[in-house]
């Protein structure tokens, strides 16, 4: 944790992530002109989260940083989860 | 502030400034730290003003002193101030930024320019806030809580002080990004997760909570803005919006931010009653451990102010439930500091008084706040008295009374003089007592039925109120010598060198007070922070 | 004061990150009342989200992915030492925050054309599910626009610093830092996208 190298990320690595990200663009843009009822929203979150992580794991180098912030990040997805999740113990059962 | 120093060399003068803007534009965490204490103890004494105000007018039914929307407006700005003008900066920001960097061994936080804006921030809300009572439709009148529908459409200045409270917001925010990056990044070698005063590791878990907690706050607060000068009916049942979901957004936040005004509490009383009985801390890995599970407890049980606002009978009884797993962590640190004292050479001084109070009081209002968690028991006692009294007893017995034991503990360090023993004992008596007769009352009058934020009550009432007026007399007049004595002590009183306290923690290594280097050279840390061992007194 | 101290890159990362969560949980609230309110109104969140111009959506979703790899391959410039380059790159990174701000602003001038916008007669009219839904898209994308121009704003002051040689391959954190920033105002628009623009 200590050693921070500088990981440099080559360009073709990035250029590969920014057509992935834009496949899934067009997949998610796709999916949704399909009548699919409630899966709709499946599979349009499914394909965000999906390109949230390409983005977190190799733009912001998520990928090569130490196993702390992957921790504190995982740490901050679960507290917004809980916040959203226990809300709906409410939103639910009114 | 200056100039009645010791003449030794210390962060007061080794840097050769020591004008007004060598204060207000220093990145040294100790200037920093003052200017906090300084600030927020002001605001705290605007508080205490307002609260004996509202405690004459309820002294007798009906009006005594002042006129119902003035007494609106008092409760109002009485809960803003001490809420986000003095409890929840005055440990982190005063306390937390004087003692943390050196309790690790660093020379400074890790952002010392963040730091200093988060102090500015802090400024520059508290005076919107003090501008919104004064313009538009003067002050709010809607009490801390800022609820809807209510604030959304009174004509009182809820906009600006809104506004004020969401930069103080993100003064908080930076304290809290700067405390976990320096707890992590710059301790001194042999400083292991496991020496860590138990006060620093209660910040690391206020800070967490500050980091995670606040900006939902800062959306609700945007909201309630957006509502009021744009109209977006987010909260307004005629056009759609639901009013409850509000009171989420609002205590996903400030149900949280309870824990970031008694964590650091908790800490100093942990750093304070070792010190006192000469023994090293009983459970101190349970105790780090319970700060970080009561954070993480607390932000699951937002819910249990609500149970009467229309929430849905699943998520009662789900909240009401997680409410009752906060008491097992707070319970392991009662239980800890009691065992530390059990067979301790125990020395009853001023700092050590008020930690032991702190363990009373806020034993007091924890078991209290199980009769409101309970929703069957909450139903009868919501929005009464018991609640005021309640969160009194959390909040003032137990974090203020930390932050007297802090003042008596840390401030001669820093000053290099101290205050006279005999008074602070006598001050601490007078506020105990007042203390008990103020807020017990209250919670009585709440269990017979008084509501809480009622501008006049039943003659019923009227004698358990005169009591409870008279208890906030004996509070203020001990409060007023405390403070006598403690700045004339600090100012002019004998010196205080050396480590008299017998402390072993880094920061009573140092010389004090402390220079603005903190330490000569790079400090290694070779024992544990509550090592009596090798401490002299 | 500044000659004592010592760099700490992965502290000043480290802080970052953090800042980013505070981010990250700002966004949430309103992700939260989303949620909420999609739940009690899902017909009126279909008929307004139809409404949107999801052509301009994906648009502004290829244009930001676009900047966040021009901001990304910044800084892989920069730690190669290769200045000129870092500085283009982040014109690129802002000029498609430029593009993207200006199709926004012909997204919302078309609504408001329409007389939707907050407290507007027209959703007031209407069935509130659909208040409630217009009222959260202007917030949503408002706050999120904002956060485009603060970050291009940052972005251009890191610029200057590395044009004047105050960033350099050895020291580059601050640009690391706003490339951070600017992929968190990315990840805010992937998932506001879809929500908004394509779920419904």
Known sequence: ?94 | MSDMQPTAPSFWNDTGKTGLTSWIFSTDHKRIGLLYFYTTISFFLVGVVLGLLLRIELMAPGRTIMGAQTYNALFTVHGVVMIFLFIIPGIPGAFGNMVMPIQVGARDVSFPRLNLLSWWLYIIGAVIILVSLFSGGGAPDTGWTFYVPFSSRTGTNVSLAVFGVFIVGFSSILTGVNFVTTIHRLRAEGMTWSRIPLFTWSLYATAWVQILATPILAITLVLVMAERVLGTGLFDPTRGGDPVMYQHLFWIYSHPAVYIMILPAMGIVSDIIPVFSRKPIFGYKMIAFSSLAIAAAGSLVWGHHMFTSGMSDTAVVVFSFLTFIVAIPSAIKVFNWISTLYKGSISLEAPMLFALSFILLFSIGGLSGLILGAAATDVHVHDTHFVVGHFHYVMFGGTGFAIFAAMHYWLPKFYGRRYKEKPAIVAWALMFTGFNILYFTMQVLGMKGMPRRYYDYLPEFGPLNLVATIGSWILAAGLILMLVNLFRGLFRGEPFDGNPWGGATLEWSVATPPPTENFEGEPVVTHGPYDFSGVKK | MSGHEHRDDYGAKLGMWLFLFTELLLFGGLFLLYAVYLKRYPHEFASGGKQLNWVLGSINTVILLTSSLAAAMAVTSIQRGEARRTVALLGGTILCAGGFMVIKYVEWSAKFGHGIYPGSEHLKAGPPGESVFFSLYFLSTGIHGLHVVIGAILLGWIALKVRGGELNAGNNILLENGALYWHLVDLIWIFIFPLYYLIL
């Not at chain 1, 190298?5 to 990200?21: D, E």
């Not at chain 1, 399909?34 to 499914?46: I, N, Q, R």
């Not at chain 1, 190799?58 to 912030?69: P, Q, W």
């Open chain 1, 1 to 94: 944790m200590d050693q921070h190298q500088p990981h440099i990320v080559s360009n073709t690595k990035l250029i590969g992530i920014w057509l992935a990200l834009l496949v899934l663009t067009a997949l998610t843009v796709a999916i949704t002109r399909v009548e699919l009822g409630g899966y709709k929203v499946v599979g349009a979150l499914t394909v965000a989260c999906a390109k949230a992580g390409l983005v977190i794991a190799v733009f912001m180098h998520m990928k090569y940083e130490g196993v702390l912030l992957r921790w504190l990040l995982f740490l901050t997805l679960v507290t917004l989860a809980i916040f959203i999740g226990f809300t709906f113990f409410d939103v639910l059962y009114r």
